[in-house]
């Protein structure tokens, strides 16, 4: 069986009180520096403040009814669902994680914790991105030899490092984590029953309370949702899950992640100051020494989902031109080769910083 995606069915379009999408989807404002030739190839932005759209804007060739690529902004997604069953007390954040493949007597992979899974430290032995490139674990798993069951792989590395010691930045350690939330969900092996499950929590707790309606999450071979790389949504709908980075609510004030959930996500991880769980943070550091994003321009509260190839979604506090506070979500969506990614990062930081203090004029 070839990865496999469930379809949408059904979904009829949300308008959610206190949250307006009514933009036209030609109007870029501030967002038109993402544009310039430089910062190619940007396909879609998006930019909301206080819940309300002020800015939106296409490339040519794409619109409202395209659904994008998440990447690996899919990684912030999965950890969302799983603080749903943390808080309803089904998982918890600092026991060994309930994988049975490690609990053998002896086995060292049963001192790994969910938080250290979370916060990419594990100490497995995952090579996101090596030489050659199309022998990386990530390319081999999702591409090559791992597609009938991503996490079956992933689980069975060995460690390389001490569980905790070490950030390592894996792809598979997400496919890890949405492995456990099917557990946690259904006892079946069946891959539709495993996948029906799965894509119906992440409805239930996360997607239809905020209004999202376009997503469309894939599946491996075995029915593990591929939850490091692969959900599919419209632009608006990326910017109603940025919402969620904000304050954990609805746009009707529901709270749909919880207020400490939300908090270690974006609290720094203890290997790594500029990654919390699953999230990017707008903080010095970084496992090379290079900041991923911009902390000599933003703010220290921004938080990010990161994507392969140029997909962020942002959230942030900034006084905007009239020096009130305002929260915002920037969402900028695209295919930029990694040798001109930097110059996309700084573009964007521009944008940001131009938001959290009064401009001129």
Not at 18 to 32: I, M, N, Q, R, V
Not at 281 to 288: I, K, M, R, S, V
């Amino acid at each position: 069986m070839q990865i496999k995606s469930l379809l949408l069915a059904g979904a009829a379009v949300l308008m959610l009180a206190g949250t307006s999408w009514a933009l036209a989807a030609d109007d870029a404002g501030p967002l038109k520096p993402l544009f310039t030739p430089d910062q190619a190839e940007a396909r879609a932005a998006l930019l909301i403040e206080d819940g309300r759209v002020i800015a939106k804007h296409y490339a040519p060739g794409y619109s409202d009814a395209n659904r994008f690529i998440s990447w690996s902004m899919a990684k912030t997604i999965t950890a969302m669902l799983v603080g749903e069953l943390v808080t309803d007390g089904k998982l918890q954040l600092d026991a060994p994680a309930p994988i049975a493949e490690w609990q053998k007597p002896g086995d060292p992979r049963g001192k790994i914790t969910l938080r250290q899974l979370l916060n990419m430290a594990s100490g497995l032995d995952h090579t996101e991105v090596g030489e050659p490139v199309e022998k990386s674990d990530t390319n081999q798993v999702l591409f090559v030899t791992g597609t009938q069951g991503m996490a079956a792989r992933a689980i069975g590395q060995p460690l390389e490092a001490k569980p905790g010691e070490k950030f390592e930045y894996s792809s598979l350690t997400t496919i890890i984590l949405s492995e456990i939330i099917t557990r946690t969900l259904t006892d079946s092996r069946d891959p539709r029953v495993r996948a029906k499950a799965y894509r119906d929590f992440e409805y239930a707790r996360l997607f239809t309370p905020i209004g999202v309606t376009t997503a469309f999450p894939e599946f491996d071979g075995a029915g593990t949702q591929i939850g490091g790389s692969l959900i599919h949504m419209s632009l608006d709908d990326f910017g109603r899950i940025g919402g969620l980075l904000l304050d954990g609510k609805a746009p009707d004030g529901t709270q749909v992640i919880a207020p400490d959930w939300l908090a270690f996500m974006k609290s720094p991880s203890p290997t790594n100051a500029e990654y919390g769980g699953q999230t990017w943070l707008n903080l010095p550091g970084g496992a090379d020494g290079t900041p991923s994003l911009f902390p000599d321009k933003g703010p220290a509260n921004l938080v990010s989902m990161n994507g392969h190839l140029g997909q962020y979604v942002m959230a942030f506090d900034g006084n905007g031109t009239d020096a009130k506070v305002h929260h915002y979500v920037l969402v900028r969506l695209g295919k930029t080769q990694d040798t001109k990614l930097r110059g996309v990062i700084d573009r964007i930081g521009d944008v940001v910083n131009g938001l959290i203090k009064p401009m001129a004029g």
